[in-house]
């Protein structure tokens, strides 16, 4: 069975901080692993993806994450934040062998103070 | 390339109703998935639709169900409606060589009163 943990449903940061978005997984096999981000009112958006290769994974809008497998980790970071940041955030596993079928955290709501 | 459609956006039903949703997926895309989101309970997986075919469900009651047609476009129903069935129902496409990243809609909001 897959899993996913967010820590913490709420993050807040000021505008040009750090943005650090925890994830963690629990998978039986090599996982592929996924950050989407979700503005009010609409669907999901891909900011990227790890599957193969590479650990450190860059996706849109100047975000990456590390896939640490020794840490089951999977955490999402952007240098600095800025005010349209501000969305939740969900992260989510699939493998080779679950088709179309993602496995998702709880999220994480990002906040960004002036 | 147009994005994944659904529709209707918003809907409002009674309990013990029946509604229909549809989801028409990107272009070339086979794979068609469905998600129920909740402030309680988070994304959930309900089911994948490849060339006409289930392949994958979650753990949802029979009173959901879906299918695909042969141009890939999707509907889930959804009979006997239940107060809980309130949800944003999110219908995702991916086309056949991808590592199971996802296209996502933006959703079918349904409210049962």
């Known amino acids: 069975a897959q899993s996913v943990t967010q820590l913490g449903s709420h993050v807040s940061v000021s505008e040009g901080a750090l943005v650090l978005l925890r994830c963690n997984y629990s998978?039986?096999?090599?996982?592929?692993l996924f950050w989407y981000v979700q503005y009010p009112n609409q669907g999901l958006q891909l900011l990227l993806k790890y599957t193969t290769g590479a650990t450190l994974v860059k996706g849109i809008n100047g975000f990456e994450a590390e896939f640490k497998k020794s840490e089951t980790s999977f955490h999402l970071t952007k240098p600095s934040a800025h005010m349209s940041d501000a969305a939740e955030y969900f992260c989510?596993?699939?493998?080779?062998?679950?088709?179309?079928?993602?496995?998702f955290g709880q999220g994480t709501e990002l906040s960004v103070k002036p | 390339k147009a994005g994944v459609t659904q529709t209707p956006r918003y809907l409002i039903k009674t309990r013990g109703q029946q509604v229909t949703l549809s989801c028409s997926p990107i272009?070339?895309?086979?794979?068609v998935s469905w998600y129920q989101q909740t402030p309680g309970q988070g994304l959930q997986f309900l089911f994948e639709y490849f060339s006409e075919t289930q392949r994958n469900k979650g753990n949802f009651p029979g009173r959901f169900s879906g299918r695909q047609f042969s141009n890939s476009r999707s509907e889930m129903n959804v009979s006997t409606l239940e107060l809980g069935d309130s949800a944003l129902y999110l219908c995702a496409s991916r086309p056949d060589s991808s590592y199971n990243e996802q296209f996502f809609g933006p959703g079918t909001r349904l409210t049962v009163l």
């Open positions: 272009s070339g895309h086979r794979s």
């Open positions: 989510a596993v699939s493998s080779y062998n679950q088709g179309g079928k993602l496995i």
């Open positions: 998978s039986s096999v090599p996982p592929y």
